[in-house]
């Protein structure tokens, strides 16, 4: 994608299938050709028109909207026609095909290379063209994703600037503290004193208060996009399939009294407190050399391991009526050790059916409900995620992705060792200077100050045709 960025691109910008409208996204160099061939006649720039949409011979594809935003003063930065149609899939495609058609016919040299667009390729040229920073690029994504209405806000909040501003402010914090550490690197007989008087340890002390405060936002922020994976896991009959039900609010999962019910896993995303929980009920769990168990239940079993291995959290369900039987206790001492073994998610007791059996007085780590009555589920809701770490905030956040936080949690490891260096007292400027260097590359490596061509295309790659 990026060695053809200066080829024009045209793509059906709005989602297959039909609808009421659809767009047709043009952007490249100079296409005032491009508009009289299509369009019949000049646009004012940034006005929408009413006009036919016309093919070679003159005639009709359609009527609808054209609008026409000049360079620079556009979404990508360079000239961008938009045509507003009905929005029948092959009045589209005959739209795009036109746009191919008057560039093959390479009268206007600068229309002829004019290409379906990639991927993310209308976005590349925004950021490529300083419309967006990488952050925000990748918000408009997160908001055209964004499952949740937190997520679309905080998404929409990124998409705008919040965040990389955080991110800035950050950066150039320490890009004033390393041009004074930088400026007397020739003076290393003043080292010690240029710290005290520049007050070095006390201004990275508020450079990592800063940074921490935006991680934890990046955190809720990489929480309300990806949410996280939640598994139902237990033996036969302990309430799975109705527990996950009750969360839901619908009868997604088959409920018998029938043990082995579920051989496959089901899955839900509910939202709670606009975080999305990806929900998903397993198979019972027993011994795999169980003579009870048919083919189907125990690649059933298999897939339930594989999904705890998986899992951002586990909950492990308990049948209050059977929870003192000796049998069902070897049995769960076996699957928690299996559990403990597969994987380092926190893991939540819930112990259910509270409407029909004596129950113990709830804790933060054991959580008393009934699937059937609803009895508890606010409480369950709550764990999961403090669990999560989710922390409300009032005045919002800003959308963030996982290599954000990578990022993030790498500036601050660098500021940790450059203290370090201070502190001791007797450290030289240039391992100083270099951690602040570091930790300033990594913050870049958000905004798209510090980027390869390889994480460009990994980014833009995944977007959708059109964006």
Known sequence: MLSRLNDPIVAIATAPGRAAVGIVRVSGANLRSLIDALCGRALEPRHATLLPFLDAQARPIDHGLALYFPAPHSYTGEDVLELHAHGGAVVLQLLAARCLEVAAEGHMDNLRALRLAEPGEFTTRAFINGKLDLAQAEAVADLIDAGTEAAARSAARSLVGEFSREVNALAE???????????????????????????????????????????????????????????????????????????????????????????????????????????????????????????????????????????????????????????????????????????????????NKCDVAPSPAPTDDVIVVSALTGQGLDDLRAALLRIAGWQAVPEGGFIARTRHLHALRRAAEHLVLARAHVQRGDAALELLAEEMRLAHQALGEITGAFTTDDLLGEIFGRFCIGK
Request: charged letters at 25%; zero cysteines.
């Open 173 to 351: 914090s320490l890009i004033e503290l390393r041009s004074l550490v930088e400026a007397t690197l020739d003076f290393p007989d003043e080292e010690i004193d240029f710290l005290q008087r520049a007050d070095a340890l006390g201004r990275l002390a508020r450079i990592d208060e800063r940074l921490h405060a935006v991680l934890a936002s990046a955190r809720r922020g990489a929480l309300l996009r990806d949410g996280i994976h939640v598994v139902l896991a237990g033996q036969p009959n302990v309430g799975k399939s109705s527990l996950l039900n009750a969360l839901a609010g619908a009868e997604l999962a088959i409920v018998t009294p029938m043990p082995g019910t579920t051989r496959d896993k089901v899955a839900q995303t509910i939202q709670v407190e606009g975080v999305p929980l990806h929900v998903v009920d397993t198979a019972g769990l027993r011994s795999s050399a169980d003579d009870r168990l048919d083919e189907v239940e125990r690649i059933g079993i298999e897939r339930s391991w594989a999904e705890i291995g998986r899992a951002d959290a586990v909950l492990v369900l308990h049948d209050l009526t059977r929870l003192t039987q000796p049998a069902y206790q070897r049995a769960q001492q076996a699957i928690d050790a299996q559990v403990q073994a597969l994987t380092r998610a926190p893991r939540l007791t819930v112990l």
